[in-house]
């Protein structure tokens, strides 16, 4: 439950975010799909990443979905779209902004989280891409940073689509499936 500090603010925790988003979707399952491609969509923007626990989210509606017999096909097209176009605006805002995205809130407060794309970027380049998708705090730095550094589109896009297929399927299949295989295994 919300609590409320002594300036009457309402302060919510991750917890209750979570089980609002979960019960919402729970009850409005035709909101499933648009609310995965969001939630994987602010994922993996940089900018929202930072602000935004999306990958818990998405673990428990992955649990969902296997719990409640949603189809799991679009639900995962919707989140690998989701990382996608996340990704690919990313990617825009550093081939656009280059080095001045570094002054753009929430970035000018998370110095560090750019830096550590650079770095990694400059280690593995357009693997880089592909790999930073899987480890949070470089998932949306590692896009951004490939913009910066203006590689090449077609080597970005090839690397961030397969990664966001990738990357769906890994975040929502254990819920989706595993809740069914295991309860099944288990009777």
Aim: charged content about 10%; overall charge neutral.
């Amino acid at each position: 439950m919300a609590d409320t500090d002594n300036t009457g603010k309402t302060n919510v925790n991750l917890h209750e975010i979570i089980e609002l988003i979960t019960n919402f979707v729970k009850a409005h399952e035709i909101w499933a799909i648009p609310i995965i491609f969001l939630l994987a969509f602010g994922e993996s923007l940089a900018f929202i990443s930072l602000l935004l626990p999306a990958t818990i989210i998405l673990l428990g509606l992955g649990a969902l979905i296997g719990e409640s017999g949603l189809n799991f096909w679009p639900i995962w097209i919707a989140a690998a779209a989701g990382a996608f176009f996340g990704d690919w605006l990313s990617y825009w805002f550093g081939f656009r902004y280059k080095e001045n995205v570094g002054k753009m809130w929430p970035l000018s407060r998370h110095p560090q989280t750019l830096i550590r794309g650079h770095q990694f970027f400059e280690r593995w380049g357009v693997w880089g891409v592909f790999i930073g998708r899987f480890f949070g705090p470089l998932r949306a730095a590692v896009p951004l940073v490939a913009g910066i550094c203006a590689m090449p589109q077609r080597h970005f896009q090839l690397a961030n689509f397969t990664s966001a297929l990738i990357w769906a399927f890994g975040i929502l299949a254990p819920g989706a499936f595993g809740l069914h295989w295991l309860t099944e295994w288990m009777g």
